[in-house]
């Protein structure tokens, strides 16, 4: 066993700065005497939305809430179709269930483990209503063919962009795409609350209105309910801790690729492949994850491990086959590109406070 240890994701602030910066806005909150959906959360949504270059933003209790509000407000429901990925957190296709739609899983991507278009189209039926694309690890799916296949099937688009926050495609940000983009704020996020939280991005004011309604158990006004709406509301520390953090989301991603760079020259000389990542003009990765590939990947974990090195696996079970999702009848065999990556995807360390040396020391790792 080593002595040095690299840990998978350190959530720790060690920034003085930031740290004071945050516990003010804590403060702030304490001493208001207001803890949901105040001036915190108002300031935090115009911030956010322009961030994302949106017109409008609603803050929520979770990505998974996210999602599941943005079907609800878009009158997406039972009996209804919604296609995704099955490489991603199951927590987008529980956000789906939620609402009483049946998530189809289309297949992925070989080189960026994204959703494919082209299953996407096959899997489209008269009762298909709306497609959740999932920007995978930070990067951008492939949303000229998305968008294109959206428009003329008559469907709408929900980005699940919860680990995509900053990314950008054609030099927009991820989440201005669809009719509705949903982000997660969940601690290990690029931009992390202490604690959960979710967001909503999105130009339709009609679709704003409504989602601000619906977060708020569907109260049109105090104690009067119009519409079967969740408890989903931001709370006012979070949206003061976020504040904090915003203006550094830019700076965070800017090291994540960075770090992200070191990995990818020193992979060259092993036997390990990064997962692809779109890099034509204008798009750029949020880079939460640092995913690499490999036939071999549980003795690479425990090499690794051997020598200190925190690794993960996102995903080790393609949704279609969780258990909660085996009714559904998509088995074994129905996405074989995502069943394949499953099993040979591996993620290394890697978050904005990682120093050049525990890459390098990861990457000395892999080549001994
Ligand atoms: C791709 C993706 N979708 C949805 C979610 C759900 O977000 P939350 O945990 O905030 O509900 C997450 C985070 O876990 C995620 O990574």
């Known amino acids: 066993m080593s002595d040095r240890t690299v840990r998978f994701n350190d959530l720790t ?19 208001s005497g ?4 105040g001036p915190e959360v108002e300031a935090f949504e115009e911030e956010y939305a322009r961030a994302i270059g949106t017109r409008y933003g609603v803050g929520v209790a979770s990505g998974t809430d996210a999602i599941s509000l943005s079907l609800m407000a878009l009158d997406i429901g039972a009996g209804d179709e919604v296609v995704t990925s099955p490489l991603t957190a ?16 289309a297949d992925v991507d070989p080189e960026t483990l994204t959703l494919s278009p082209a299953s996407v189209e096959e ?13 995978l690890y930070g990067n951008a799916c492939a949303m000229d063919a998305l968008l294109e296949l959206a428009e003329t099937q008559g469907l709408v688009v929900v980005e699940d962009a919860c680990q995509a926050h900053g990314a950008r495609y054609r030099d927009r940000p991820l989440g201005a795409f669809g009719r509705a983009g949903a982000f997660s704020f969940y601690p290990t996020k ?8 979710g967001f909503i991005t999105t130009d339709d004011e009609e679709l704003a209105a409504t989602l601000a309604r619906l977060r708020n158990g569907g109260q049109k006004s105090r104690y009067v309910h119009t519409e079967v709406g969740l408890n989903s509301r931001l709370d006012e520390i979070q949206a003061a801790v976020l504040r904090a953090k915003l203006p550094h989301l830019e700076r965070w ?55 200190g090195v925190q690794t993960l696996v996102h995903y080790p079970v393609p949704v279609h086959l969780q258990p909660a999702y085996r009714e559904l009848g998509q088995g074994e065999g ?3 590109v995502a069943e394949e990556a499953a099993t040979s995807i591996l993620s290394l360390p890697l978050y904005p406070s990682m120093s050049d040396d525990d890459v390098d020391y990861v990457v000395e790792s892999m080549r001994s």
Not at 13 to 25: G, K
Not at 190 to 197: E, H, K, P, Q, S
Not at 286 to 297: I, Q
């Open 90 to 105: 199951t927590f987008t296709a529980l956000a789906i269930s939620r609402v009483g739609a049946r998530p189809v899983f």
């Open 253 to 307: 991603n800017r090291r994540r690729r960075e770090l992200a760079g070191r990995y990818e020259e020193g992979l060259d000389e092993t036997e390990l492949r990064a997962t692809g990542v779109l890099v034509r003009d204008g798009v750029l990765s949020a880079r939460h994850l640092f995913v690499v590939r490999t036939p071999s990947r549980d003795a690479w974990m425990e090499r690794l491990a051997s020598r």
């Open 13 to 31: 602030i060690c920034d003085t700065d930031l740290s004071r910066e945050i516990r003010t806005a804590i403060e702030r909150v304490v001493s």
């Open 123 to 135: 899997r489209i039926t008269a009762r298909t209503r709306a497609i959740v694309p999932v920007h």
């Open 334 to 336: 129905s996405c074989p």
């Open 190 to 197: 690029n931009l992390g609350a202490l604690g959960d939280g």
């Open 34 to 37: 207001w803890y949901v959906l």
